[in-house]
Nanobody, 121 residues
Framework: QVQLVESGGGLVQPGGSLRLSCGASGVIFSINVMGWYRQAPGKQRELVATITSGGSTNYSDSVKGRFTISRDYAKNTIWLQMDSLKREDTAVYYC???????????????WGQGIQVTVSS
């Protein structure tokens, strides 16, 4: 089992910055992809950014150029640096990890509990 602990959310004014972090712990043999998703009120959960074990990143068009995802492989931790925040970035942000507990097991999806980001003046 993998546990994810998220931190760094809160209230920020438009144009401001926040940095989210997510640490994975538990029985982890390897992690493939780590990433962030978000869900705004009344909307479906959507991808924000992902980073693979090889360091490849992927961003949604809505955050490209404003958000940066990074990863510490030794600590199984990722960060999401969010700059130039807009009101439409307001959402609950979820950390996601694709991990397996041993060589023979398939990769499983794990989710954090979610953290609120509110962009408002």
């Amino acid at each position: 089992q993998v546990q994810l602990v998220e931190s760094g959310g809160g209230l920020v004014q438009p144009g401001g910055s926040l940095r989210l972090s997510c640490g994975a712990s538990g029985v982890i043999f390897s992690i493939n992809v780590m990433g962030w998703y978000r869900q705004a009120p009344g909307k479906q959960r959507e991808l924000v950014a992902t980073i693979t074990s090889g360091g490849s990143t992927n961003y949604s068009d809505s955050v490209k150029g404003r958000f940066t995802i990074s990863r510490d492989y030794a600590k199984n931790t990722i960060w999401l640096q969010m700059d130039s925040l807009k009101r439409e970035d307001t959402a609950v942000y979820y950390c996601n990890v694709l991990a397996r507990s041993d060589w023979y097991s398939p990769y499983d999806d794990y989710w954090g509990q979610g953290i609120q980001v509110t962009v408002s003046s």
